[in-house]
């Protein structure tokens, strides 16, 4: 990709710039917008959860006609927690993660100029823009938003006769998502060719840093998976606007028998999830593939099992297509499936134990530094041990029927997406925030973030599980119907308690990230003195990234600590310093790690 | 409007901090081996802290969990989910403490060196091939299990019921003297005389009784068929391990053996903790007392009231429960 020399405009540069820096930066502040709306509908729900009963001016200020008394109608909140499922999944763990990343980081990492189309980038943020655009207003639809659940199953999502969100909120939500996913595929297809052509001289594929290694699988999956989801909202748009019977049969409401026959609301369930669980793998690896890299900086140590790393990706990624049944457990699909599903599932649990076995050894006997990065990056270790430990007991079929839809899911999943990847976002973008703005974030505010979120993430999710265990369905608008629910009734004015200092928590954040990126301290070319090729390029943006030729790179990414003498640790370091950049060539006689 | 209001609210929040960290230093930015040392100790505060949680979570919690399985196909998965959640609690237990314990051992200091440790074959295998040879053990125990619940022989003769979901309530009805359930569809329904659209004309529904609640014979199988009117719903029999979606155009089944009475149940020492739990909440707010009952709930989103579909459980002697399902008339008897 050769420079353009064009003459830049305020509109070129910030609003529809080809370059991948910004494109970054673009998602980034899009993800961080919808998150906000996101947790902010998450605290008003949890109001409701904590105390059904009870009037809350917010609640009557901001749910206008879906309030009553300051009380939300059930209605209004199944459109809650759909929505903020849809945003938290889709706009910030994919786009605003995958996004911002892969985009700041592919290029860079690898030695490019640019992604292989800087044009297609930029079309595939302003898709973005245009879906989370179309999401937003959907919330101001008279009969509000879609309230199917983030799983939107037919004949609720295709009948607003059902539920009302399920009139023109619906209609919206599928065109969001449609033009999400061809958001998506356009940034997966880029990162792809990305990876496999422009690399630098030098850079094999195994010496890729992990992050790349991540985001170029995930990139993989979402391009084998988000066109189903497509097709099976195609149908359903079909379902609900042509009148044609994919998903729907034998149906009586509002007093008639209405006119489909021979579809089933299973196949849906089959498409959504062929989807959906490579999705959930789609938000977690690029948060694996940054823990990997920033553990392994801050502990100034390799990454511990680099190949066995790459093989757990694989594994996973690969894995994570065929089980998307565990999911249908108990839709009423062939028994067989469930056994089939319960075997390929719980597989899943051996690439992952590997790779938290390996973060952790990284950890042992490393030099760590405990940055505010460092810091969300060894929690994602501990709440991806605590929420995948938990998948256990849901893969397995048998166990699952008694759990399915209850809190002990919403609690697992809370875990390794809402937690553990959130947490690979902050890690991230606290590390990177000097490669995207040249200036360093405030670590005492980094500090009180990392504990204020970890506390109160473990506070809200790990009590959760035992309201599950105890038989308390999800999606329920209130337990007061059922007195034996009325025991778990504390524990959710606790967990409530805990989410809502938690939300609130995330302002310290906000307010570090913005402040930072005007009055931080100036950065460096390598505050972290990391090996890899992003901190070789200038710290004022360039276009075609660094001045002159492309570095060439000799090394893979983690000699960090590499000494003089294998065998003695304390001996002096081969390089003289406890790094050493990809871009330096091998000594005569040094071994390639 | 109010909503402007606290948007106003938030906004000058978000000023004034951004004005009053202007004559805050905003430097420091990067971990000195004092923040090392501090936030290492904070790891082991906080690892206390996680084990507090947890220990509090399965002790303190555990009355709010639910009593024994009360159907005799859910022993084994009360087996098998007790083993799963022991080995799960102890990998937990163990490894949140390495966690912390690392980063505190290993904080770090600008005196020390790191190993370069970058992997080992030997430790790799280990931890790959242990989990995978327990979880292959659990995952045999449970396919093994879910065969067990899933696949009814038909040849044990299970009593026949079928389960009738619509928004937003529950409907069932008993097979009679045959034993078979008439066909239904939603094309036979007239919401008056026929809200769950049974095939009339079908000699096999004239014996069929509807009910308004479920009666249950202890130690006798059932065999649940379930059809819904409209959307998704979900027939959770929590008690007794037992749950699956009713679907518009599809008849599915569960089956199980009750074991324990709605009396033996009540007398159950798990049960009487448990209700003098809700009824001491109950008669602070002047609530009617709670009696344990079996219950259905809908486990299914499936509309505004879905958090409010329930229909009651009684399981008692056979005798008795043969008694209660002869008082029940037949469509024959109520046409």
Redesign the interface.
């Known amino acids: 990709m050769s420079e353009h020399h064009h003459k830049e405009t305020f509109v070129t540069k910030y609003i529809f710039s080809h370059d991948h820096k910004m494109i970054s930066k673009q998602f980034l502040i899009t993800g961080m917008i919808m998150g906000v709306i996101g947790i902010f509908m998450s605290m008003l729900f949890r109001l409701q959860l904590a105390w059904p009963e009870k009037s809350f001016t917010i609640i009557e200020a901001f749910l206008g006609p879906h309030q009553t008394d300051g009380i939300m109608s059930p209605d209004i909140y199944l459109a809650l927690v759909t929505i903020h499922g849809t945003i938290m999944v889709f706009f910030v763990l994919t786009a605003g993660l995958s996004g911002t990343f892969s985009n700041l980081l592919i290029p860079l990492q690898i030695g490019a100029r640019d992604m292989a189309s800087g044009f297609l980038n930029m079309i595939s943020y302003w898709l973005f823009f245009i879906s989370s655009v179309v999401m937003v207003v959907s919330l101001f639809v008279e009969a509000g938003p879609a309230s199917a659940g983030w799983t939107i199953y037919p004949p609720l999502s295709a009948l607003p006769q059902a539920i009302p969100g399920s009139g023109l909120g619906m209609t919206l939500w599928l065109s969001s998502m449609a033009i999400f996913i061809a958001s998506s595929l356009i940034g997966s297809l880029n990162y792809i060719v990305t990876v496999l052509n422009l690399r630098t001289k030098g850079m094999k594929m195994t010496r890729l840093p992990l992050t790349m290694w991540a985001f170029f699988i995930t990139a993989i999956i979402g391009v084998v998976s988000f066109p189903v989801l497509l097709s099976a909202a195609l149908l359903l748009i079909f379902d609900r606007s042509f009148g044609t019977s994919f998903f729907l049969s034998d149906i009586f409401i509002s007093g008639e028998v209405l006119h489909y026959q021979g579809g089933s609301p299973v196949l849906f369930e089959h498409l959504f999830w062929f989807l959906g669980h490579p999705e959930v793998y789609i938000v977690l690896l690029p948060a694996l593939g940054i823990t990997s890299e920033i553990i392994s900086t801050h502990s100034r140590k390799p990454i511990f099992g680099y190949r066995a790393m790459i093989g757990s990706i694989m594994a996973i990624a690969f894995l994570s297509t065929i089980v998307w049944g565990h999911h249908m457990f108990i839709s009423g699909m062939n028994p067989f499936l469930g056994s089939v599903f319960t075997f390929t599932t719980v597989l899943i649990a051996i690439p992952s134990a590997v790779k938290a076995f390996n973060y952790i050894t990284t950890l042992w006997k490393g030099n760590l530094q405990l940055n505010p990065a460092m810091l969300f990056s060894i929690g994602l270790v501990s709440t991806f041990v605590t929420g995948g430990l938990t998948g256990l007991v849901l893969g397995d079929s048998a166990l699952d029927i008694n759990i399915h839809d209850t809190y002990f899911v919403v609690a697992h999943f809370h875990l390794v997406m809402g937690v553990s990847a959130i947490f690979g976002m902050y890690a991230g973008i606290y590390h990177w925030f000097p490669k995207m703005y040249g200036r360093l974030m405030n670590k005492a505010m980094g500090y009180w973030h990392f504990w204020i979120t970890i506390i109160c993430a473990y506070g809200v999710f790990f009590p959760m599980h035992f309201i599950g265990l105890a038989g308390l369905p999800r999606r329920y608008y209130s337990n007061t119907a059922f007195p034996m629910f009325d025991d778990v009734a504390d524990t959710n004015v606790v967990i409530t308690y805990f989410a809502l200092i938690g939300g609130i928590g995330q302002l310290i954040f906000l307010a570090n990230f913005f402040i930072s990126i005007y009055r931080g301290e100036k950065s460096s070319q390598n505050p972290w003195n990391s090996n890899t090729l992003e901190w070789t390029t200038p710290v004022e943006h360039i276009h075609g990234n660094w001045p002159g030729k492309i570095p060439e790179v000799h090394r893979w990414a983690y000699d960090y600590s590499k000494k003089v003498d294998p065998e003695d640790d304390n001996s002096d370091y081969l390089h003289g310093k406890d790094w050493v950049s990809q871009t330096v060539p091998l000594l005569p006689g040094e071994e390639q790690s | 409007?109010?909503?402007l209001?606290?948007i106003f609210i938030g906004v000058a929040?978000?000023v004034s901090?951004?004005q009053i960290?202007?004559i805050l230093n905003?430097?420091?930015?990067?971990?000195t081996d004092k923040?090392?040392d501090r936030?290492?100790k904070?790891?082991i505060l906080?690892g206390i802290?996680?084990y507090a949680?947890?220990i509090y979570?399965l002790i303190g919690?555990n009355?709010?969990?639910?009593p024994e399985s009360a159907s005799y196909e859910?022993e084994?998965?009360d087996l098998?989910?007790d083993i799963?959640?022991w080995?799960?609690g102890i990998?937990?237990f163990i490894?949140?403490f390495?966690?912390?314990f690392?980063?505190y051992k290993?904080?770090?200091?600008k005196t020390?060196?790191?190993?370069?440790?970058?992997?080992?074959h030997m430790?790799?295998m280990i931890?790959?091939i242990i989990?995978?040879v327990v979880?292959i053990v659990?995952?045999g125990f449970?396919?093994f299990?879910?065969?067990e619940?899933?696949?009814v022989d038909e040849d044990e003769d299970p009593i026949l019921i079928e389960v009738y979901a619509?928004?937003f309530a529950w409907q069932a009805r008993y097979a009679g003297a045959d034993n078979t359930l008439g066909l239904g569809?939603?094309?036979f329904?007239d919401?008056t005389n026929n809200p769950i659209?049974v095939d009339m004309s079908d000699p096999a529904s004239l014996d069929d009784k509807p009910v308004t609640e479920l009666h249950l014979p202890k130690g006798k199988k059932v065999l649940f068929k379930?059809r819904s009117?409209?959307?998704?719903h979900?027939a959770?029999m929590?008690h007794f391990?037992?749950?699956?979606?009713c679907?518009?155009?599809?008849v599915?089944q569960f089956a199980f053996t009750p074991k324990y009475t709605t009396e033996e149940m009540r007398e159950q020492s798990e049960v009487m903790d448990?209700t003098r739990?809700?009824n001491k909440?109950?008669s602070k707010k002047g609530?009617d007392l709670?009696e344990?009952d079996y219950?259905l709930?809908?486990?299914?989103?499936?509309?505004?009231?879905?958090?409010?579909m329930?229909m009651k459980i009684i399981v008692e002697e056979e005798e008795d429960y043969k008694r209660w399902l002869a008082e029940q008339a037949t469509y024959a008897e109520k046409l």
């Open positions: 409007m109010l909503a209001f606290y929040i978000g901090f951004w960290t202007r905003l430097r420091g930015v990067i971990a923040d090392n936030q290492g904070y790891f906080f802290f996680i949680l947890m979570c919690m009355v709010l969990m639910l859910g084994n998965d098998l989910f799963s959640f080995m799960i990998v937990q490894m949140q390495i966690i912390f690392f980063t290993y904080r770090g200091k020390n060196k790191a190993k370069f440790y970058a992997d080992n430790l790799e931890w790959t989990p995978g979880i659990l995952i449970g396919i299990q879910w065969t619940v899933m696949y619509k928004q569809n939603v094309n329904i919401e659209g379930f009117q409209d959307v998704l979900s959770y929590p391990r037992a749950q699956m979606n679907v518009p155009g599809m599915t448990k739990g809700i909440i109950r609530e709670y344990f219950v709930l809908c486990n299914k989103i499936c509309g505004a009231s879905h958090y409010s329930q």
